[in-house]
């Protein structure tokens, strides 16, 4: 839809004309010699005599110029403009953060996918790729942690950039050990730099902490006072042999941030907590009206300088042939 912005800018179309009947014609003074016997002389000669001071009077030229420059000059002003169809934009509603295990136990092979061996890390990459692609609206964040926890990505709407970063890491890159308590500190340190109110955290590791820094229990309780709330999600069976999962850690943290404990010791039972995941922090968009405008207001703005040049132009070479 066509409209003007400033449609109050037209009530100044006729402001030329108020100051051309209320003040005062400007006066041009030039140059005089006096010559004695001057009247006769130009009666000789046939010319007339022009007094020193005079009028100067534009042809109907110029004044339809001038008159189409101001025309132009207020439409520009009145910010001429095409208004699209009414959209809704999606406003970020809450801070997501991941922070997975990629300590050495990830790489365990014993998941089965189709009758092929995973790795626990490749499976888990897998599902938290979908994961992220549905979050759209939410401001995701990576943490990677083993022996020491890293920022892979720091709190972004750019979800495409976060799932390249996941697809790049691999098991090692943190370190051998497993340091949840860091982890649940660095994803702290994230959200202090984060305005959103909304704050959740998906903790998930296969492994115990290190007993490094600062406990994960002692840094849920700060979480907690940040308002944080913590999902934790325990990967492989923990009656197995060699497993070192710490199940009871791992609720405690839940419970004490208000959020839930989940086992996955499959890719089939982690897609399944995925979607419960999905079903207990739904998107939560904040919607608001978004009209694509096309500005005009520069198209009578170039007429109005072509014009005023060419107006110009037109004065300079009129006076050129006057002193002729």
Do not use: C
């Not at 030229?61 to 008159?67: D, G, R, S, V």
């Amino acid at each position: 839809m066509f409209e003007f912005a400033n449609q109050w800018a037209f009530w100044l179309l006729p402001l030329p004309l108020l100051a051309y009947w209320l003040l005062p014609p400007v006066h041009w003074r030039a140059e005089a010699l006096m010559v004695p016997f001057i009247k006769q002389a130009a009666e000789a000669t046939g010319d007339k005599l022009r007094k020193r001071a005079w009028i100067s009077k534009r042809n109907l030229l110029q004044w339809i110029m001038l008159l189409l420059v101001w025309i132009a000059f207020i439409i520009a002003f009145a910010r001429p403009q095409i208004v699209g169809k009414p959209e809704m934009k999606v406003k970020t509603a809450r801070s997501f953060v991941i922070a997975a295990d990629i300590s050495f136990s990830m790489a365990n092979r014993d998941w089965v996918v189709e009758g092929e061996r995973y790795t626990r890390w490749e499976g888990v990459k897998q599902v938290l790729g979908d994961f992220i692609k549905t979050r759209d609206g939410d401001r995701l964040a990576l943490i990677f942690f083993g022996t020491n926890a890293y920022v892979q990505t720091p709190l972004t709407t750019e979800l495409g950039v976060v799932s390249w970063f996941l697809d790049e890491t691999d098991v090692g890159m943190a370190g051998q050990m497993t340091s949840v308590g860091k982890a649940i500190g660095m994803s702290m340190n994230l959200f202090e730099q984060d305005t959103i109110e909304n704050k959740v955290m998906l903790l998930l590791t296969d492994g115990q902490d290190g007993g490094k820094g600062i406990t994960p229990i002692d840094a849920a309780y700060l979480a907690k006072s940040d308002s944080i709330k913590i999902y934790t999600l325990g990967i492989g069976d923990p009656t197995a042999s060699g497993s070192d999962l710490d199940e009871v850690t791992l609720k405690k943290i839940s419970q004490i941030t208000g959020g839930k404990y989940f086992q996955a010791m499959d890719q089939k039972q982690l897609k399944q907590v995925s979607t419960e995941l999905d079903a207990l922090e739904p998107m939560e968009f904040e919607e608001e009206d978004y009209k694509p405008i096309t500005h005009l207001y520069f198209y009578p703005l170039i007429i109005a300088i072509m014009l005023s040049f060419l107006l110009l132009a037109i004065r300079i070479v009129s006076s050129l042939f006057k002193r002729e």
